[in-house]
Every structure is written in structure tokens, then in C-alpha cells.
């Protein structure tokens, strides 16, 4: 089986590794909307003219064709009914709709996701369930941290410990961050220990909502907002940090949390969405929207010295579990078993 990387000329160069793949440019100019209609009106043409015998469409529900004139397999990570019920654009919501209706097959992060898509009256002849991956290479426990250093110095941040961390961008009110900033609040208030919480992770326009509560809140002074955190710094953010704390009550795949375990801290996560199935029994759960269950849950997991190494040495082991070389490997035999 050959397989072959296209795209717009500047993505020729995301994609390094140890494999040398074919690319071929595709001309498109460099907006959503363009890369959208051309997924709509050129794909299939692209595709014909390139002799593929199918087609991986990674970006699922979001650019994808409304027929498909060569066999296609669609990657939907997305919750597809918020998609849907954020989205105001009629024709998009269509275009989303029959595409993801047509394609030979789609394959979803997490059985969650796979029912919201028959929720969602998609009627995809299948629908498999590959769980995303995790770079190990990148995501381990701590070698050298020295466990009583008073800073984690992450370039531009230098970020004083103890702190317990949600990496999650900041785009709708399903990602929690204001619940999250009062239970800290109250956890603060409460027990008066000298923990800071960080949000990292970029900001849309509901950043705001998030700023504004963070200076309501009698701890503003022990919140940190980083804003854009590159990834390739989250491990080390992770493994100063005392524990992960994960609200989003719309996650389909869950690799933050996943990300979390493998460099080795405890998680404490949102009982909703994927997560559950996600992290298994390795992550102390609340509910998102009980302001008082996530505070205690930030207790539990900032001081019960038991309870934190169970989820530690749980999750360590959880998440070997979950790699994109085994993730690859099952895509691969999608592939196969449609005969393609």
C-alpha cells in the first residue's frame, strides 16, 4: 500500500519525520473558506487526476466533499451536534451533513463521538472507533525536575509552584473555564494553601468571559493566564505541575488528559463528553457544573497523598495504551477492510 501527502505548498514542510512520503502541492489560497469549497468543488477532480484508489479526508466534518467519486474515509474528532448548533451557516451545516452521510467510512476518537454522529442522524454505511494517539517521545514522567524548585521556567514564563493546570483554548462556555476559575476560588478560600492555577491555551473572543471572572475572584493574584502555549512546551508545564485539572464537559478525544497522565501528575476531569472513557478509572471525576464538587475535587486531588499516587501510577500505565503509531496502524487496516 502507497501512501501520498497533498496539500497547500507550506504544509510540505509540517511533515517530518522518519518516513519519506511523496507531497504534492495543492493550489488553494490560504483561508478556511477557500480550503472548504475546494474540498467541495476539487477534491474528487484532484483525486482523479492523481489515480488515488481513496482518499483520508483528517479533517472530517469540516472540509470535506458532498459526494465522493473516489471511496473516502472521513476523521471525525469533532462533537458534531455542537458543530452543528454553533454553527449559523445553513449551507455549511448541510454541506457537513451530506458529506459525512456519503463517505464510505468515518472514524471517530471515542464511542462518544461515534453516537453523537447516529444522534446526529449521519448515516455513514460505517462508523469505527480508533482512539487518538499520544507522543511518548514527547510526553514522559519527569527525569531531573527537582521536586522542592520554586519556578518552572518555561521561556517567556517563568511559572512559581505549586500549580495545578488546564491546557484547554478558551473558545466556548462548554470548555468550563469560569467554573473552573470559581472552584478554585472556593478550593483557595477555603484552604488557604499556596497552590496557583494556570490556564494554558489560546483565547477567542470568550477569553473575556474568563479574564472577567479571574478578576472577580479573591484569588485573582494566584491565576495565571498564559494565552498561546506552544505544545512542544506542555510537557514540561505538565511535570511541574501538582495535578491536571480537566472541566470540559465537549471533549471527544481527550488527549490533554491523556498528555497529563503519561508525564506521570494525577488528573481530576469532567464526568461528561469522552472523558470517562477516555481515562477509564484513572482520573478522580466531577460534575462541571457544581461549582462546589470540582472545588472538592481539586482538594482531593491537591492533597490526598493516596489517592494521587494511585492516579498516577494508574495513568502512567493507562496511557501507554494510547500511541499514533497504534493508531496509524488501525487507519491503515480501515483501509484494508474496505478493500481499498
Known amino acids: 500500500m502507497v501512501f501520498e501527502l497533498f496539500g497547500p505548498e507550506v504544509d510540505r514542510y509540517t511533515y517530518i519525520g522518519d518516513r519519506d512520503f511523496h507531497f504534492v502541492p495543492v493550489s488553494v489560497p490560504d483561508s478556511l473558506?477557500?480550503?472548504?469549497?475546494?474540498?467541495?468543488?476539487?477534491?474528487?477532480?484532484?483525486?482523479?487526476?492523481?489515480?488515488?484508489?481513496?482518499?483520508?479526508?483528517?479533517?472530517?466534518?469540516?472540509?470535506?466533499?458532498?459526494?465522493?467519486?473516489?471511496?473516502?474515509?472521513?476523521?471525525?474528532n469533532d462533537i458534531v451536534s455542537n458543530l452543528f448548533l454553533q454553527n449559523d451557516d445553513?449551507?455549511?451545516?448541510?454541506?457537513?451533513?451530506?458529506?459525512?452521510?456519503?463517505?464510505?467510512?468515518?472514524?471517530?476518537?471515542?464511542?462518544?463521538?461515534?453516537?453523537?454522529?447516529?444522534?446526529?442522524?449521519?448515516?455513514?454505511?460505517?462508523?469505527?472507533?480508533?482512539?487518538?494517539?499520544?507522543?511518548?517521545?514527547?510526553?514522559?514522567?519527569?527525569?531531573?525536575l527537582v521536586q522542592d524548585s520554586q519556578t518552572v521556567d518555561i521561556k517567556p514564563f517563568a511559572i512559581k509552584r505549586p500549580y495545578i493546570v488546564y491546557a484547554s483554548r478558551m473558545e466556548n462556555a462548554e470548555k468550563k473555564h469560569v467554573e473552573l476559575v470559581k472552584a478554585f476560588t472556593e478550593f483557595k478560600e477555603k484552604t488557604k494553601l499556596p497552590h496557583r492555577l494556570v490556564l494554558a491555551g489560546s483565547e477567542s473572543r470568550y477569553g473575556e468571559h474568563v479574564h472577567r471572572a479571574v478578576f472577580e475572584s479573591s484569588a485573582a493574584s494566584d491565576i495565571f493566564i498564559t494565552g498561546y502555549f506552544p505544545h512542544e512546551s506542555f510537557p514540561e508545564l505538565y511535570r511541574g505541575a501538582e495535578a491536571c485539572i480537566f472541566p470540559s464537559v465537549t471533549e471527544g478525544a481527550g488527549l490533554s488528559v491523556l498528555e497529563a497522565m503519561a508525564t506521570g501528575i494525577p488528573v481530576a476531569c469532567s464526568d461528561s463528553g469522552a472523558l470517562k472513557e477516555i481515562a477509564g478509572q484513572n482520573a478522580l471525576f466531577f460534575n462541571s457544573s457544581d461549582i462546589g464538587d470540582m472545588a472538592d475535587a481539586i482538594e482531593k486531588v491537591t492533597t490526598d497523598d493516596t489517592l494521587r499516587k494511585k492516579l498516577v501510577e494508574g495513568g502512567l500505565v493507562w496511557a501507554k495504551r494510547f500511541s499514533w503509531e497504534k493508531n496509524a496502524a488501525a487507519t491503515v487496516d480501515v483501509f484494508r477492510q474496505l478493500g481499498m
Not at 33 to 60: C, P, V
Not at 134 to 142: E, G, K, N, Q, T
Request: hydrophobic letters at 40%; one cysteine or more; proline letters at 5%.
Open 90 to 144: 445553513w449551507f455549511f451545516r448541510q454541506q457537513m451533513k451530506r458529506g459525512l452521510s456519503h463517505v464510505d467510512c468515518i472514524i471517530t476518537p471515542s464511542q462518544y463521538v461515534r453516537k453523537d454522529l447516529e444522534k446526529s442522524n449521519i448515516k455513514c454505511r460505517k462508523i469505527v472507533v480508533i482512539h487518538s494517539g499520544i507522543d511518548h517521545s514527547l510526553f514522559y514522567p519527569a527525569q531531573d
Open 33 to 76: 473558506t477557500a480550503e472548504r469549497w475546494w474540498h467541495i468543488f476539487k477534491a474528487n477532480k484532484f483525486g482523479r487526476r492523481q489515480s488515488y484508489d481513496a482518499i483520508l479526508y483528517a479533517s472530517g466534518p469540516r472540509m470535506i466533499p458532498k459526494k465522493f467519486k473516489i471511496p473516502g474515509v472521513a476523521v471525525a
